[in-house]
């Protein structure tokens, strides 16, 4: 009977060394599937967090956008602006230009009038960036100018201007009115 109690506690050990083991191997494989578990929630964080800073980035290029478009619109709409009230202006100018071309021999002070009229009316028009193009010997630009007629001479190049009849005026690449001009010399 001796031995039958020595076996018992050898069982009882085995047993109880079989359940530790249990144990244990569940243990790891509980550890294993919370490590399994977090990254997994790591791979979904990390996912979410792409997405969002994907998300950020469209967006901040997406205001960056609408900043240069509101500041073009804005500029384009200052421009349109000035190139309407310059349109009003432009009569003004070319009165004043005739006057100068037709007061040559006139009083002196009525002419020094005309003049400062006219340094006047420039001034006012470069403090608008209004450009005015098209003097006499400039080439042809047809985005610039209107031909209204053609001449030869030898004086003046190929497709140079001539003469003109009425002055242009642009403001950036806006044009305000094309200039009306005769060409020398084109095809």
Known sequence: MAKKKDNKPAEEQA????????????AQEAASQTVDE????????????EAQKDKYMRLAAEYD????????EKLSLYDDATAKAVTELL???????????????ADPEILKGVELISNQLAKSFEKLKIEVFGEIGDTF?????????????????????????????KI????????????????
């Open 38 to 49: 977090n990254e997994a929630k790591v791979k979904e964080l990390e996912t979410e967090l």
């Open 172 to 187: 950036g690449d806006k044009i305000i009115r094309h200039a009306m001009v005769q060409v020398a010399n084109c095809d």
């Open 91 to 105: 009569p003004v100018a070319d009165s004043v230009r005739m006057a100068l071309d037709n007061l040559k021999d």
């Open 15 to 26: 047993a109880v060394n079989e359940e530790q083991t249990l144990e244990a191997e569940n």
């Open 65 to 72: 956008n609408y900043r240069k478009r509101t500041a073009s």
């Open 141 to 169: 630009d047809p985005n610039l100018h209107n031909a209204i007629s053609k001449i030869e001479s030898e004086e003046l190049g190929e497709n140079a201007l001539a003469q003109v009849f009425q002055t242009g005026y």
